[in-house]
């Protein structure tokens, strides 16, 4: 009954570095989302993929990268961290449905620091 | 551009108090609302969800309404517990080819004190 999980939970990163971020959801659900929440600004949708192999951009994509080569799987990737990215990153998934009316659900999401 | 406004930014209610959150949002052209709950380091848990052409959705002790013509939305809260004690999120979705994206508000702190 895991859900959605996120790892790594934490992570500080030097300006410049890479990384990448994992998630997977067992709901064997078709859309899948990377947010980042900052104090202030809310959730903000970086990208997103409505099924295996598709990848689109949200709100705020800069210096973001992601992959859906599972449908189980979606990877966000930061090619060379700088200090705004530092945020708290969620990652969320839903079922396609009939109407697309099936709420999202949510990891617990990943702490980035960047130094 | 969509944008959604909650209020109040934060409320304390001592516990068994009946309380109302708000959310109002720019753009009436909406797929559907989902209420969150995000308890403190931790990820969001949906509440309820309601569709453009319905006006209430309950679950136990929540009620949410949708107004969608005023671009309103408000959580109802009845005899509030300390275990209700969060931030409530409002997020609204955009039809067509939208995909279920969200947008969200910046959340109401409650602090439900015995």
């Known amino acids: 009954n895991a859900g959605v999980t996120q790892t790594p939970k934490f992570r500080v990163l030097k300006t410049g570095q890479s990384m990448t971020l994992l998630c997977a959801q067992d709901m064997n659900h078709e859309y899948m989302y990377w947010y980042r929440q900052d104090p202030g600004m809310g959730l903000r949708l970086i990208h997103y993929?409505?099924?295996?192999?598709?990848?689109a951009k949200g709100e705020v994509p800069d210096g973001y990268n992601v992959s859906r080569l599972k449908k189980q799987n979606f990877l966000l990737g930061l090619e060379s961290a700088a200090p705004s990215q530092t945020s708290v990153y969620f990652c969320?998934?839903?079922?396609?449905?009939?109407?697309?009316?099936?709420?999202?659900?949510f990891g617990d999401g990943t702490r980035l620091s960047i130094l | 551009k969509q944008e959604v406004t909650q209020i109040p930014a934060a409320l304390s209610v001592p516990e068994g108090e009946n309380l109302v959150l708000n959310c109002s949002f720019t753009?009436?052209?909406?797929?559907?609302l989902q209420w969150f709950r995000q308890d403190p380091g931790k990820g969001l848990t949906s509440l309820l969800l309601i569709q453009s052409s319905q006006r209430e959705q309950t679950s136990g002790r929540l009620n949410a309404s949708l107004d969608k013509s005023s671009g309103r939305s408000t959580l109802y809260i009845a005899a509030s517990q300390p275990g209700d004690s969060a931030t409530y999120l409002c997020?609204?979705?955009?039809?067509?080819?939208?995909?279920?994206?969200?947008?969200f508000g910046q959340g109401t702190i409650l602090t439900v004190h015995p």
């Open positions: 753009d009436s052209a909406i797929y559907n």
């Open positions: 969320a998934s839903s079922d396609r449905g009939v109407r697309r009316t099936e709420p999202q659900h």
């Open positions: 997020a609204v979705s955009r039809g067509g080819t939208s995909y279920g994206k969200l947008t």
């Open positions: 993929s409505v099924g295996e192999g598709t990848t």
